[in-house]
């Protein structure tokens, strides 16, 4: 059973930083694509960068040259460093995995996900 879980989500000012973490609980599981997304109250779920395990990587407009995604293979965790955070960031933030041979920065492509962590930035 395929968990994954998030943490390092908070309040930050505009303008701060806060960096995301998620664990894959299942070290037999080796993702071919990981990804995060957020969810603001209201919205569709929105793709934000997504990165291959051989290191191809994928943002969203909305935070390109903002957000950093980083994966460690060996410990099988997922990174997100946000810099220069808008209130319009302000969101539930999820990590995303698949094992299909694919990565797009789409939630379809997707089959296991996080419960979320909560990012506001005011």
């Known amino acids: 059973h395929v968990q994954l879980v998030e943490s390092g989500g908070g309040s930050v000012h505009v303008g701060g930083s806060l960096k995301l973490s998620c664990t894959v609980s299942?070290?037999?599981?080796?993702?071919?694509?990981m990804g995060w997304f957020r969810q603001a109250p209201g919205k569709e779920r929105e793709g934000l960068a997504a990165?291959?395990?051989?290191?191809?990587?994928l943002y969203a407009n909305s935070v390109v040259g903002r957000f950093t995604i980083s994966r460690d293979n060996a410990k099988l965790t997922l990174s997100l460093q946000m810099n220069s955070l808008k209130p319009e960031d302000t969101a539930m933030y999820y990590c995303?995995?698949?094992?299909?041979?694919?990565?797009?920065?789409?939630?379809?492509?997707?089959?296991?996900w996080g419960q979320g962590t909560q990012v506001t930035v005011s």
């Open positions: 995303a995995a698949n094992s299909i041979a694919r990565c797009e920065v789409n939630p379809p492509y997707f089959g296991y």
């Open positions: 299942d070290f037999t599981f080796m993702p071919y694509c």
């Open positions: 990165l291959s395990v051989g290191g191809a990587s």
